[in-house]
């Protein structure tokens, strides 16, 4: 395919998710198998304006006059992917398979400026959202959203129980993977321009044998931060697909328990096969059966919950998600997360370490979750969060990444990663 083509298929596509209300992923999917000429090329360069339209879904908007899939489409080649108005019309009038020729508003908005633009529409935020993220981040807010368009980077986590990043980044030669800035163990690939495609790592014979794991460095640090230590009893809560339990049983030296539950046994599902490709020989699937944890109250070091969450976070990966955010929403998962921090506390012995996370920036779903509990529980108490990055990550804490409650809160724009929260508190 061509580009004009390229450019016709992510509209339809972009239609498919309006309409429908479907994911993008799914969208995306559905395209490919109705449309089986289309090359993995092709499917990636769709891919890319589909997420790109998406992820500055506002500010486009506000360009080109319109939030029609159309005109964020062409706003993406125009605004993000360096095309003129005269190419992409030179282009599309030798290509029956092109969009129609731009309208002299839509090449209009190639050039709009976005100084006047409402601060929402700057960061490319639900309007809702702004006051949290003022909040949050203060006179920054505008800068941090504008971070949470770009394109994330394919980061990996070296799998310490059998390989040492040399060997992996020999592995993958080929896609020159360098190492993470703050991860010990994680290395990066970072995302390209226009119609890169993302390298595909679990074809790779370290992948098979279990040497790494696709992980966000974020993910990883707030692992590392969770400070589990050999011989330990720990319960991850919320494990889901397992990758933190694979990074705790890495940091643990394969040694002490970790008990892997989730409530959903879909989202639990993969866990196995990853424990297994792993070598991990410390953890313990808990399936979500009643009385599944009953043993465990009142005997765990730790207790890892990475609480389900807005995902405010990941909006780099998940843009579609941003726009269908609601305060509903952002209330129920508070409802959730508070339950879950009453529930964890029942694990802990005396001495032992609640480790609270969640994928959101978002001062509702963090510092507020933590000044609630600690009134209620006040046998708990924050941990020095410098003091835990200085143990795990044998650097000093980053300037502005700890919270006023005593958290500490991971950016793009701040570190390169995912989104993430992450609050220690200690049990009297």
């Known amino acids: 395919m061509r580009f004009p083509g390229r450019l016709s298929a992510a509209i339809e596509v972009l239609t498919d998710v309006e309409q429908r209300k479907r994911p993008v992923s799914e969208a995306l999917k559905a ?164 119609d890169a495609r993302t390298p595909n790592v679990t074809t790779d014979e370290g992948y098979l044998k279990g040497w790494f794991e696709v992980q966000d460095q974020g993910s990883q640090i707030v692992a590392a931060l969770a400070g589990a230590r050999e011989g330990e009893q720990v319960l991850d809560l919320c494990a889901g697909a397992g990758g933190k339990t694979l990074a705790l049983a890495a940091t643990m030296g394969n040694s002490g328990q970790i008990f892997a539950y989730d409530s959903d046994r879909a989202r639990l599902a993969p866990i196995y096969d990853r424990l297994k490709r792993n070598g991990v020989r410390n953890a313990q699937v808990r399936a979500p059966n009643d009385g599944a944890l009953d043993d465990l109250v009142g005997k765990m070091d730790r207790v890892v919950v990475d609480a389900p969450c807005t995902g405010t976070g990941t909006w780099r990966r998940r843009p579609d998600t941003k726009w269908k955010l609601t305060p509903e929403l ?51 108490t924050s941990v020095d969060i410098a003091g835990a990055w200085r143990s795990a990550l044998i650097t000093d804490l980053p300037e502005g990444l700890a919270t006023p409650a005593g958290g500490l809160c991971l950016t793009p724009r701040r570190t390169r990663t995912d989104g993430f929260y992450v609050h220690l508190l200690r049990k009297a």
């Open 31 to 194: 395209w490919g198998i109705n449309n089986r000429f289309a090359g993995a090329g092709d499917r990636a360069a769709i891919g890319n304006l589909v997420y790109d339209a998406l992820r500055r879904r506002a500010s486009h908007a506000f360009a080109m006059g319109s939030d029609s899939p159309r005109t964020l489409v062409l706003a993406v080649a125009l605004r993000d992917w360096a095309e003129t108005p005269e190419s992409l019309n030179a282009a599309f009038a030798s290509d029956s398979h092109a969009p129609v020729p731009l309208s002299e508003d839509e090449a209009k908005g190639a050039t709009a400026d976005l100084a006047a633009a409402p601060a929402a529409i700057r960061a490319d935020v639900p309007e809702w959202l702004a006051p949290s993220l003022e909040r949050a981040f203060g006179a920054d807010w505008i800068g941090e959203g504008e971070a949470m368009t770009g394109r994330p980077s394919l980061d990996l986590r070296v799998n310490a129980l059998k390989a040492a990043p040399e060997k992996v980044m020999k592995s993958l030669a080929r896609f020159t993977p360098e190492p993470a800035a703050i991860a010990p163990f994680g290395l990066t690939m970072p995302a390209g321009p226009r």
């Open 330 to 380: 952002l209330a129920q998962r508070q409802s959730e997360q508070a339950a879950l921090l009453v529930e964890a506390a029942r694990y802990l012995k005396s001495g032992g370490t609640l480790v609270y996370i969640t994928c959101s920036i978002l001062p509702e779903e963090n510092d507020d979750q933590i000044v609630a509990f600690r009134a209620a529980h006040p046998e708990f």
